[in-house]
T-cell receptor, first 115, second 111 residues
Framework: EPEVTQTPSHQVTQMGQEVVLRCVPI?????FYWYRQILGQKVEFLVS????????KSEIFDDQFSVERPDGSNFTLKIRSTKLEDSAMCFC?????????????FGPGTRLTVL | DAKTTQPTSMDCAEGRAANLPCNHS???????VYWYRQIHSQGPQYIIH???NNETNEMASLIITEDRKSSTLILPHATLRDTAVYYC????????????FGTGTRLQVTL
């Protein structure tokens, strides 16, 4: 069964450093998403992406964040200058279309630890 | 998207049916009810969704009341592997819209 994959599984970085989290969505999916979950808190939406541009973003997704689909398979989340409060599980998701059956499929997540 | 209300936690004996309720009294006509679950710290997993008819798939059944103000997710024969946080989410489909997760119901399946 096709699945969303994410690398690395765990990313440790120093405050102020840039990080890039990578995702490979399901191959025929067209819509891509990033969510995060700070330990003990809700899963929060960050951004959605379609047709090589951002469709929607949350207040969390400020100028420090960017997303890119550099090739036909990868979808990346970049944080330019990490803060301690960016420590979270970061989940990538993808969906096929916008219709009634557009369930989102989530990856296993990257645990981001900012020291 | 309409707000949902779920119990904080529930217990269920293994092999029994788990019935997880959700209230969405402000749901509008074009909003679907989706259920996802999150096992430990894994990525959320889609379970089922519906508009107004009851739905069943290999994982679960979804019962939506006639007025659509509430729904129940049924896991017919719960196993220990069904221990997870279950999220009821109401959203308009037809857009690449975000999922808004609440705190969900923590289901503990016990021997």
């Amino acid at each position: 069964e096709p699945e969303v994959t994410q690398t690395p599984s765990h990313q440790v970085t120093q405050m102020g450093q840039e990080v890039v989290l990578r995702c490979v969505p399901i191959s025929n999916h067209l819509y891509f998403y990033w969510y995060r979950q700070i330990l003990g808190q809700k899963v929060e939406f960050l951004v959605s992406f379609y047709n090589n541009e951002i469709s929607e973003k949350s207040e969390i997704f400020d100028d420090q964040f960017s997303v890119e689909r550099p090739d036909g398979s990868n979808f990346t989340l970049k944080i330019r200058s990490t803060k301690l409060e960016d420590s979270a599980m970061c989940f990538c998701a993808s969906s096929f279309d916008r219709g009634p059956f557009n369930e989102q499929f989530f990856g296993p997540g990257t645990r981001l630890t900012v020291l | 998207d309409a707000k949902t209300t779920q119990p904080t936690s529930m217990d269920c004996a293994e092999g029994r049916a788990a019935n997880l309720p959700c209230n969405h009294s402000t749901i509008s006509g074009n909003e679907y009810v989706y259920w996802y679950r999150q096992i430990h710290s894994q990525g959320p997993q889609y379970i089922i969704h519906g508009l107004k008819n009851n739905e069943t798939n290999e994982m679960a059944s979804l019962i939506i009341t006639e007025d659509r103000k509430s729904s129940t997710l049924i896991l017919p024969h719960a196993t220990l592997r069904d221990t997870a946080v279950y999220y009821c989410i109401v959203r308009v489909t037809g857009t690449a819209s975000k999922l808004t997760f609440g705190t969900g119901t923590r289901l503990q399946v016990t021997l």
